[in-house]
């Protein structure tokens, strides 16, 4: 069975880091892209940070650069989410998702994704 499994979410104060986890099964993070996505209550889901695991690129939102790093392993066929400085305003649900050649879509695009994950809630308090 194919599923998208995040993990790492937890509460930190405000100028802490995580690391967010996204496991794939029924298929390995090669050949893809691989991206991060967000949501806050009552809002869209927004596109956090990409990665096209063929080493062709990663894309992040402005509001992350310089923060936030996305990784891959594939030995461990993970992708990682590395947030640091957090703020208040990063709060929401945290997701994964990932889709195969040809890549429809731009990376920002949530419905341009094949495989998408439960979520995983990070929470930063002052």
């Known amino acids: 069975q194919v599923a998208l499994v995040e993990s790492g979410g937890d509460s930190v104060q405000a100028g802490g880091s995580l690391k967010l986890s996204c496991t794939p099964s029924?298929?390995?993070?090669?050949?893809?892209?691989m991206a991060w996505f967000r949501q806050f209550p009552g809002s869209q889901r927004e596109g956090v940070a990409a990665?096209?695991?063929?080493?062709?690129?990663?894309y992040y939102d402005d509001s992350v650069k310089g923060r936030f790093t996305i990784s891959q392993d594939n030995d461990k066929n993970t992708v990682y989410l590395q947030m640091n400085n957090l703020k208040p305003e990063d709060t929401g649900m945290y997701y994964c998702?990932?889709?195969?050649?040809?890549?429809?879509?731009?990376?920002?695009?949530?419905?341009?994704?094949?495989?998408r994950g439960q979520g995983t809630q990070v929470t930063v308090v002052t």
């Open positions: 998702a990932a889709k195969p050649p040809p890549y429809p879509g731009r990376w920002f695009a949530w419905e341009s994704y094949r495989y």
């Open positions: 990665v096209y695991t063929e080493g062709t690129g990663t």
């Open positions: 029924g298929f390995t993070i090669t050949s893809k892209c």
